[in-house]
């Protein structure tokens, strides 16, 4: 064999090899890739709540507007977690009634940095914790639960109700208030993060909903309010519109990168340009004529061309007005009137009367300086 055939042998060989290790070592697995929550789940937080409570065999309804607060059952039990704003102040005296009529209240304390009209009325006070990061766990167990529970909630905050018959006390907070309201009953928790999707099924979070909904054994059905938004055109619009905005997005995009300024090196300034005087004449006659002086134009060349005239001629000075016209329609050859007009002050000229004009104060001085030129040569 020869020493090409052999180094192939070889190399073969080794990939061989290397393709049998790999594939006895190696196995193809699928694998499982957090994607966060779809559909509803991303929608409703505690739908995960509200299957495992429908699992319990209670019928349950989510609620996502103030106007569904009116169907509430007699003895029915609802879940009102903070952020709830949009309940009006008629909505906030008929829950009341409601529950002094015979429901069940779970609520949950707003921030003590925000108003909360609900407990106000409940007669419960929030206050800020000293040492808000003490807690995590709490060992729960309330009045007709078989054992205790573990239970994560915060201690940010914390409740005081001097007419509550049962509390949960942790180390640097009270977490949860019990009392009755009329015929109903009212429980307040600083925290209902245990409910939510993801964390209602660790520690003893399912078990715990279950006990508290269990307050009022005979519930007919259970309420969860969640998330009330008031309508808003920014919210309509992304939910909508998002592609209009994404568009109209980058056509301002490409528009500020059109009209911003490009970097690099900087150009030359150009040459100053020196103008000629006949430009700064120009300029002045423009001026005038912009702010009305038309007619100090025309007279001051009427009174030039009449200097040069006599300085050409010395006995012009001394010729009456009839015998200037006649002198200068016969020398520049001007018509009678526009003889007439050399002589006349130029006062409220039109725009064609001007014009004329100088052309007969220019025709003059073209004939004076051709005659000097003439006799100049000779």
């Not at 979070?205 to 054994?217: G, T």
């Not at 000629?276 to 001051?300: I, K, V, Y």
């Not at 051709?370 to 006799?375: L, M, S, V």
Request: glycine share 8%; no cysteine; net charge positive.
């Amino acid at each position: 064999m020869s020493r090409e055939g052999l180094t192939a042998a070889i190399l073969a060989a080794l990939v061989l090899g290397g393709a049998w290790w790999f594939f006895t070592n190696f196995e193809r697995v699928p694998t499982k890739e957090w994607v966060g929550y779809q559909g509803e789940a991303r929608r409703n937080a505690f739908l995960a709540a509200e299957r495992l409570l429908a699992r319990m065999g209670v019928s349950v309804r989510h609620v996502k507007t103030p106007g569904g607060l009116r169907e509430l059952p007699p003895s029915g039990t609802l879940i009102l977690p903070d952020r709830r704003d949009s309940i009006a102040p008629d909505e906030r005296r008929r829950l009341l009634a409601w529950v002094e009529a015979g429901g069940h209240l779970i609520v949950e304390d707003e921030d003590h940095r925000r108003p909360d009209p609900i407990l106000d009325a409940l007669a419960v006070k929030r206050k800020p914790t000293q040492n808000p990061g003490s807690e995590a766990f709490l060992e729960i167990r309330l009045p007709h639960a078989p054992a205790p529970m573990k239970v994560r909630m915060h201690a940010l905050q914390s409740l005081e109700a001097p007419q509550a018959r049962f509390s949960v006390q942790g180390k640097a907070a009270t977490h949860l208030v019990h009392f009755a309201r009329g015929r109903g009953q009212v429980t307040v928790l600083n925290d209902l993060a245990f409910m939510r999707n993801g964390v209602v099924g660790t520690n003893d979070h399912a078990e715990f909903l279950w006990q508290l909904v269990r307050f009022q054994p005979d519930t007919a059905a259970v309420f969860v309010f969640d998330n009330p938004q008031k309508l808003s055109l920014a919210g309509w619009l992304a939910d909508h519109a998002w592609a209009a905005l994404a568009a109209a997005a980058g056509a301002l995009a490409l528009w500020l990168w059109h009209i911003a300024p490009r970097f690099g090196p900087l150009a030359p300034d150009p040459e100053p340009v020196r103008r000629r005087l006949l430009d700064h004449l120009r300029a002045s006659g423009r001026f005038q004529w912009s702010t009305g002086g038309a007619a100090t134009l025309a007279e001051s060349a009427r009174e030039a061309a009449l200097r040069r005239v006599a300085r050409a001629q010395a006995d012009f000075a001394g010729l009456s007005g009839r015998e200037r016209e006649e002198r200068l329609s016969q020398r520049f050859g001007l018509t009678a009137e526009e003889a007439r007009r050399v002589l006349r002050p130029a006062q409220n000229l039109a725009i064609h009367e001007f014009v004329t004009g100088m052309r007969v104060f220019q025709r003059i001085h073209e004939r004076l300086s051709r005659r000097a030129q003439g006799e100049g040569k000779q």
